[in-house]
């Protein structure tokens, strides 16, 4: 290998070129360890510089871009995004919570308002006298109590 020959990895995702060492895209958060490095003497595109104001993993002091999601080098996720209200998914609701509440009193609609789904907590309310609430929020509540984790549950149920 010549001097001007670089290892690196292509992200399958975004086709960001990051060095050989990172483990996450820093522009899509993509793994990268499924993928091979390339070797290749020149770039057929400009490679993209670092950020301006690069800041500094809380996990492995490596620098990474400030928008990114996690550090490319170790996966810790990004504190700064955190501390900024920037977070993506800022408040992760209880699954357990809202399926206790769909079971109890789901036909009121009561856990669609705990989810965020105003709409649907009213359209509850105004039918519940019909009975055909209770019987769907019968099947919400175990729908919810059985989701893998609270995360999932949010992404999926909530907003």
Known sequence: MTNNMTSTIICPNCAWENPHSYKFCPHCNCRLADTK????????????????????????????????????????????????????????????????????IGGLGVHKFYCGRVGLGILYLVFFWTFIPSIIAFIEGIIYLTCPSDEHFTKKYCN
Do not use: M, W
């Not at 955190?82 to 357990?96: D, G, M, T």
């Open 37 to 104: 490095p390339s070797v290749r003497s020149e770039p057929p595109y400009p490679v993209r510089q670092p950020p301006v104001e690069p800041i500094f993993c809380s996990s492995c002091s490596n620098t990474f871009a400030k928008d990114a999601l996690a550090c490319p080098n170790c996966g810790a996720p990004n504190r700064t995004l955190q501390h900024n209200n920037l977070n993506l998914n800022p408040e992760i609701k209880s699954r357990v919570a809202a399926g206790v509440l769909a079971l109890v």
